[in-house]
């Protein structure tokens, strides 16, 4: 059985997902994403479940820098989750004056907490669980949790499928040490992160190698290189497999154009979503092109 450490403590989003992703094996609790990711480094787990983009705050940053930092890890696998919440209390709490959660989850509730909540005071904890482990032990008054969590902790229920976009939605990753990659199934996405030179142009240099090879990308996140202001380094997905000629195609041209390039996973997509083709950049059109230039080369055609 293997032994998958996700972004927990139990009753979190993210244990859901791992749920899903590793329905079976033996799950493992990390109380940050960076830890969750530590312990597949370190190989104390096979793998870690951990979130990368919620539908309505974006990035979930600490696994982006936690996936560009230190050894590599590549995604093998994604879900993604419908996001309801639950508010709990502590039972006989009258006057609620904090709420406390996941910034990413307190992002996503703000207007139900202004609306119902007016005095309370957002309080900033590691994940939605770990608020609930606050309220049980009186360091706030409430929490906004997965729906799952009032399983775990003795709390009372003030509101469930709380939420201000009501088909708000968080994609999770399954994430290995580099091996066998995933079969290509026609439904899939690749990510990677790209640090390229600081010079006129050089965002759109990249994304003009992906756009004339007609492949479609699926996110495009900024993060600081952290070592000299200004400088970025790009997470960008997009879709297709590692497998298939235009996205090698594409990746050798990037190797070429980048500083550092980090390949972070290709992996069938959750939403079933097949990849765009353009006319002249599918496979077949990369495989005959090649030949082409091989016969060439050997004098068979000119
Ligand atoms: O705290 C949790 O329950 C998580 O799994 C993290 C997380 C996130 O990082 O976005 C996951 C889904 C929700 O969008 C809110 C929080």
Redesign the pocket.
């Known amino acids: 059985m293997a032994r998958i450490a996700y972004?927990g403590p139990q009753g979190?989003?993210?244990e859901q997902a791992a749920r899903v992703l590793a329905a079976g094996d033996e799950l493992v609790p990390a109380e940050t994403i960076r830890l969750a990711l530590t312990a597949v480094r370190h190989g104390e787990a096979d793998a870690a479940c951990v979130?990368v983009e919620?539908s309505v705050?974006g990035a979930?940053t600490a696994t982006l820098d936690g996936l560009s930092d230190a050894d590599p890890l590549v995604a093998v696998a994604e879900a993604i989750l419908p996001?309801h919440f639950s508010v709990l209390k502590r039972p006989g709490t009258t006057e609620i004056r904090t709420v406390a959660s996941?910034p990413?989850?307190l992002a996503?509730v703000r207007d139900w907490l202004e609306a119902n909540l007016p005095g309370a005071t957002p309080v900033a904890s590691s994940?939605?669980?770990a608020a609930a482990v606050g309220v049980h032990a009186g360091d706030f008054d409430a929490a906004v949790t997965?729906p799952v969590a009032v399983e775990h902790y003795p709390l009372e229920v003030v509101a469930t499928g709380v939420a201000d976009v009501s088909d708000a939605r968080?994609r999770f990753l399954l994430v290995r040490k580099p091996g066998e990659l995933p079969e290509p199934t026609g439904a899939d996405r690749t990510s990677i992160v790209a640090a390229a030179v600081n010079r006129t142009g050089t965002l759109a240099e990249l994304l003009t190698e992906l756009a004339s090879r007609g492949i479609n990308l699926t996110r495009l996140d900024a993060r600081p290189t952290r070592d000299n202001f200004g400088e970025y380094r790009f997470f960008i997905d997009f879709e297709g497999h590692v497998a298939e000629p235009r996205i090698i195609d594409a990746l050798a041209a990037l190797r070429r154009r980048c500083r550092n390039l980090r390949f972070l996973g290709s992996h069938p997509r959750a939403d079933g979503i097949r990849s765009t083709i353009e006319p002249g950049a599918d496979n077949d059109s990369f495989l005959d092109a090649t030949a082409w230039v091989d016969a060439v080369r050997k004098g068979d055609l000119a």
Do not use: L, R, W, Y
């Open positions: 972004f979190t989003f993210t979130p919620n705050e979930v996001v996941h990413h989850a996503q994940s939605t669980a997965a968080t």
